[in-house]
């Protein structure tokens, strides 16, 4: 089952909506307060009611945040968020520290309260589940994979994967049979009988996800779930993690700090800064047209030969071509294309896409001009490319 995550804030518009296609998770505005000696915030009537008197200002004061903090001792969660979540994707919220990803991540199955806004989830408000329909909800529809592994230590490895299950009820030999399968399939067969004492990160996290997917929900939520590996092992879980979504095809609802991370995994990413929604789309476009500043300086040292794609930065057709000329797969990484274009000694090739029809054209120069980072005067201008002069037709064929 897939399912459509949209997050909507309440007193905006709400043009998310037109963009559900099988379920949806409409939003949320968050002001708490934080309790003494509690790592997560509590919601409080003061609070609330502060929200209220305040939601004119909220949503149109970029100083609210530290008014509100300096004035009233509260901290501003979320604010003005709209994202839609397509079913079976891969969503990265990715910020800095303090941005309010993990905030964010925790309204989907209410771990959070929100202050006002709506958390809608196949067509049923999370907000205004009964607390026996929010534990079912948690249950059956949400798994979540967390950074601290949160094994239990007195469970082996196959006790740990079938924790979900015995919650859920499921029979005991289902769980067997379930928790078999994905522990093989993320690795670690053969290590069922050891304890999270024996194991090393990446293998405690690989039990993670194990017991997240032995749950069969539809939206699997994944808090900052590989930033405590070493940088191999990392780049290894986001392999395994990439392979295992081509089979399950899951929402996936991943957090992170880490840019490459985000253009490796997510279909769509969104950029929260201060509890905001700077920018939203997928990795090629943040990458190629950042907004503001802000964005600009988080993707400047990206490796854009790594992250960017053909079909980015073709020229798109608009006469026939010669069939002679050196074909090259639109979805190709522009490293790859650079690699191709040298091999074949030609200085432009025709782009097509999976069923080999002719998409556009490519230049060696406009291929150098993607990769090389634009200056820092530069950043957040729209990306161009060598497409001012149309590529000679005549002039593509091999060893032009």
């Not at 053969?190 to 032995?214: C, D």
Request: glycine content about 8%; overall charge positive.
């Amino acid at each position: 089952m897939f399912c459509c995550l949209t997050l909507r804030h309440p007193f905006g518009n709400s043009q998310a909506n037109s963009q559900i296609k099988f379920h949806g998770v409409d939003p949320l505005s968050l002001l708490h307060s934080w309790q003494k000696g509690n790592r997560w915030p509590v919601f409080t009537p003061p609070a609330a009611g502060l929200f209220r008197r305040y939601r004119g200002r909220l949503f149109h004061r970029r100083s609210h945040k530290t008014e509100l903090n300096e004035r009233h001792g509260h901290v501003l969660g979320l604010k003005n968020i709209n994202i839609s979540m397509p079913g079976g994707d891969i969503q990265v919220i990715m910020g800095l520290s303090g941005s309010g990803k993990s905030t964010l991540i925790r309204h989907i199955n209410r771990l959070i309260e929100p202050s006002a806004g709506q958390i809608i989830v196949g067509g049923q408000d999370v907000v205004k589940m009964p607390l026996d329909d929010l534990r079912q909800f948690r249950r059956h529809k949400t798994a979540m994979v967390f950074q601290k592994f949160a094994l239990l230590p007195h469970r082996n490895v196959l006790e740990n994967t079938v924790y979900g299950m015995e919650i859920q009820g499921v029979s005991r030999q289902r769980q067997l049979e379930s928790a078999t399968h994905w522990l093989e399939r993320v690795g670690l067969k053969n290590f069922e009988t050891k304890y999270p004492n024996q194991l090393s990160g990446g293998m405690q996290q690989r039990v993670g996800l194990a017991r997240a997917l032995a749950n069969d929900a539809p939206i699997l939520l994944m808090d900052e779930a590989f930033s405590a590996l070493d940088p191999l092992i990392r780049v290894d879980m986001q392999s395994i993690l990439l392979e295992l979504q081509k089979e399950i095809k899951k929402t996936i609802v991943f957090i992170t700090h880490d840019l490459d991370e985000a253009l490796r995994l997510g279909d769509r990413i969104a950029v929260l800064r201060d509890g905001e929604v700077i920018q939203q789309g997928t990795g090629q476009e943040i990458v190629l047209r950042p907004v503001d500043e802000y964005i600009a300086r988080f993707v400047r040292e990206v490796n854009r030969g790594a992250v960017l794609s053909v079909s980015a930065v073709m020229q798109e057709l608009t006469e026939p071509v010669e069939t002679g000329a050196a074909r090259i797969c639109g979805d190709a990484s522009l490293e790859e294309a650079l690699g191709f274009l040298n091999r074949e000694n030609a200085q432009h090739a025709l782009v097509v896409d999976s069923k080999s029809r002719p998409i556009g054209l490519l230049s060696m120069r406009s291929l150098i001009s993607a990769i090389v980072n634009p200056s820092p005067g530069n950043a957040s201008n729209k990306a161009s490319h060598d497409t001012s002069n149309p590529l000679p037709l005549a002039q593509t064929s091999r060893n032009s």
